[in-house]
């Protein structure tokens, strides 16, 4: 139980364009979800959380104009990355909580790997 | 702020052999320590988890004790298995760092047969 899955799990795009990542839990209900970004060999790092049905909670230095967070139901998370540039090259995580707030309760997503020519 | 240090990988071992991959932590007061564990193609899994001093945190074969004088969360296994080839992430939940998980940069192992 308790799977995770993130859609696609590679994409390339053209620089300017805009690229969606989806978020689901599978097999539970997931009430707070989170969008982690990976550089490589460096730690995860936290992007977002967000509850169902409420806006985003986003960390300092994260652009939340750039990096648009919707949780509208209790399965899906989206992150758009709008107008995407080389620099946003990176790999993005989500999981997912049952709880609200769930920290130590989290489920992770395969990761999708996302290059910006 | 916290923060996780651990082993640069890759670490490479023979079926058989006795792992132990670093992991120390800067926090205030007593975080709760963790270790993920990333197999290819999947997300990460909580694989042993601690919460206090010198808790023992263990599972699947793997153990590490949190050391709070020495700010270090180890990762051991007595006998590896190629099963065992993944990646490895510390992390811990302080105070500081607002429920946040604070991951290490990961360790990548790899047993040979």
């Known amino acids: 139980g308790a799977v995770v899955s993130q859609h696609p799990s590679r994409v390339i795009c053209k620089s300017g364009t805009s690229v969606k990542i989806e978020c689901r839990s599978l097999d539970f209900q997931a009430t707070t979800m989170f969008w982690y970004r990976q550089f490589p060999k460096q730690s995860l790092m936290l992007m977002a959380t967000s509850n169902e049905g409420s806006k985003a909670t986003y960390e300092q230095g994260v652009e939340k104009d750039k990096f648009l967070i919707n949780h509208a139901s209790l399965t899906l998370s989206t992150l758009t990355v709008t107008s995407a540039h080389p620099e946003d090259s990176s790999f993005y995580i989500c999981?997912?909580?049952?709880?609200?707030?769930?920290?130590?309760?989290?489920?992770f997503g395969p990761g999708t790997r996302l290059t910006v020519l | 702020g916290d923060s996780v240090t651990q082993m640069e990988g890759p670490v490479t071992l023979s079926e058989e052999a006795f792992l132990t991959i670093n992991c120390t932590y800067t926090a205030t007061g007593y975080p709760s320590l963790f270790w993920y564990v990333q197999y290819p193609g999947e997300g990460l899994q909580l694989l042993l988890k601690a919460t206090k001093a010198d808790d023992k945190g263990s599972n699947k074969g793997f153990e590490a004790t949190y050391r709070k004088e020495t700010t270090s969360f180890h990762l051991e296994k007595g006998s590896v298995q190629v099963s065992d080839s993944a990646v490895y992430f510390c992390a811990l939940i302080g105070y500081s760092s607002a429920s946040k998980i604070i991951f290490g940069s990961g360790t990548r192992l790899s047993i040979r047969p």
């Open positions: 999981s997912a909580s049952y709880e609200r707030g769930g920290t130590d309760t989290q489920y």
